[in-house]
């Protein structure tokens, strides 16, 4: 079995690390001088050199020459991600008392740290404070964060950073240049992307890619699971040009070729943010959807979420989103008045009960004798206000429907099928009907639609009217009535979180 090229490759000198000088340069002036620390704490980004450095400083100090594959009883190695326990340290603080073998130090290299339970920190910080004077204690974590203050300020901390993309590059091209490795520049860079500043991951891709035989930007694109530039500046396009069918056309076309839905979101915020860099400008718009970009792969719907931010980024002016949202700050008193007054609760009449009757057909099961008033379309704002006060998940989709009513029963008609199936859920089709019977409103069935062709004349492109889609031109000096007709046509992001 070969070695991975990671570790074929991992550094066995200071002199050998690349992209943290400003920390080998440090640790070669202590160990000349004698002035050696009894603990030290490395921080920063995975695949940086904390290990690949700790084991060499670990040999440094006891004038051993290192070689990655020997163990030496002396330099003792601890992962805290499954040693984590108030046990094992314990332990380790039984046994730090014991002289070391046959070196000047006992060196223990606890990575990981930040894994450690809250006991087992703090029965290693009693042995911080007391070390002997034959230990040395390394630790290296990717979370500082998570690390004690009272750990951190008994150690010397080094904080570690990212490798720059021109360093891995040219790492990369050392190393494939020795294993024979054919990989053309395009290639290279797109490695050192996906790394991210982590040589262990970049060097860990190219380990994978050498079984081919030659290694282009498409082979890494597949390997990956990265959209192609094309596909990414088409959808850039795309939104740009407002097109949001044409939006989830390319949406469809990266989910068929396997691109995850973060993937794709991760390469058009790398356009994104590549442009303004070039161009130097920087929009509120561009600001906005980057942001919410951020959001996807976090989402338990990512798919779904990417959909709906790009939908709304694709119906949005470059311009005017900024300056709409910094006059929100200032309501004038005219739209004040416009704003409709917020119903504080609605009386229930006393022979109606407020308690859930509905069926799974979001039915309501009113019993005979009930004084129930037929539901129509003037007391469809009402009921909005006491779902928004009840159920806020369900209203910020209830508040992009258009209802209407045909032979006392409701239907709601939707832009997009994601909001109908989300309201078309008996859970909340249950709410809706719960919160019709206790505001004394009668229906006999609730039925959701998914109909674009009903909205495709009441949507006027931004760029035909210079003005917000589907808002009169009243409402132009208005930010705030323009704002919420914007997330009345389109939703928010949030509304797949609930």
């Not at 021109?166 to 290639?187: F, G, M, Q, W």
Request: proline share 5%; net charge neutral; charged share 25%.
């Amino acid at each position: 079995m070969g070695k991975a090229l990671y570790r074929k490759y991992r550094s066995r000198s200071l002199d050998d690390v690349v992209g943290q000088e400003h920390i080998t340069s440090t640790l070669k002036n202590a160990i000349s001088s004698g002035r050696l620390s009894h603990a030290y704490l490395f921080t920063g980004p995975r695949g940086t050199g904390k290990t690949s450095i700790a084991r060499i400083l670990a040999h440094l100090i006891n004038d051993l020459p290192y070689d990655s594959d020997a163990l030496h009883l002396d330099i003792i190695e601890i992962d805290a991600a499954s040693n984590r326990r108030i046990d094992e340290i314990r332990d380790l603080r039984d046994k730090v008392h014991i002289a070391p073998s046959s070196t000047k130090y006992k060196v223990y290299i606890i990575d990981e740290v930040h894994m450690l339970t809250r006991e087992a920190f703090n029965a290693l910080l009693k042995t911080l404070e007391e070390p002997p004077a034959h230990a040395v204690f390394i630790l290296a974590t990717t979370e500082l964060h998570k690390v004690p203050a009272t750990i951190v300020s008994r150690t010397q901390r080094f904080s570690f950073k990212p490798v720059s993309k021109n360093n891995v590059i040219e790492h990369l091209r050392t190393i494939a240049s020795k294993e024979k490795i054919t990989i053309d520049d395009e290639a290279l860079e797109l490695l050192a992307d996906y790394g991210e500043g982590s040589f262990r991951d970049s060097i860990s891709l190219l380990d994978q890619l050498r079984g081919h035989a030659s290694v282009n930007s498409a082979t890494v694109r597949d390997v990956v699971g990265t959209p192609s530039q094309e596909l990414i500046m088409a959808l850039s396009e795309a939104i740009e040009a407002q097109q949001p069918q044409k939006v989830l056309e390319l949406l469809d076309t990266l989910r068929d070729q396997g691109i995850t839905a973060a993937s794709s979101a991760s390469a058009l915020s790398t356009l994104y943010r590549k442009h303004m860099r070039q161009n130097d400008q920087v929009s509120g718009h561009r600001i906005s959807l980057l942001k919410d970009l951020l959001t996807v792969a976090g989402n338990s719907h990512p798919q779904e979420m990417l959909e709906i931010i790009l939908l709304q980024a694709s119906h949005q002016s470059s311009d005017g989103i900024t300056d709409a949202k910094k006059l929100l700050t200032q309501p004038t008193s005219e739209q004040q008045q416009q704003k409709p007054t917020k119903v504080r609760s609605i009386a229930t009449p006393p022979s109606v009960p407020r308690k859930s009757v509905a069926d799974s057909n979001g039915k309501p099961a009113i019993v005979p004798g009930d004084k129930a008033a037929p539901m129509t379309i003037e007391k469809w704002p009402n009921v909005l206000e006491m779902v928004q006060t009840e159920t806020p998940s369900l209203y910020r989709a209830l508040r992009i429907a258009e209802p209407e009513i045909i032979n006392n029963e409701l239907h709601l008609y939707f832009e997009f099928p994601l909001h109908q199936k989300k309201v078309d859920e008996t859970r909340n089709k249950t709410h809706l009907t719960t919160t019709l019977a206790g505001m004394g409103l009668q229906i006999n069935a609730i039925h959701c639609h998914a109909d674009k062709n009903r909205f495709t004349n009441k949507v006027t492109s931004p760029k035909e009217t210079n003005q917000e889609p589907n808002l009169p031109a009243s409402a132009i000096d208005t930010p705030d009535l323009a704002l919420t007709n914007i997330s009345n046509i389109f939703g928010t992001p949030e509304l797949l979180e609930s």
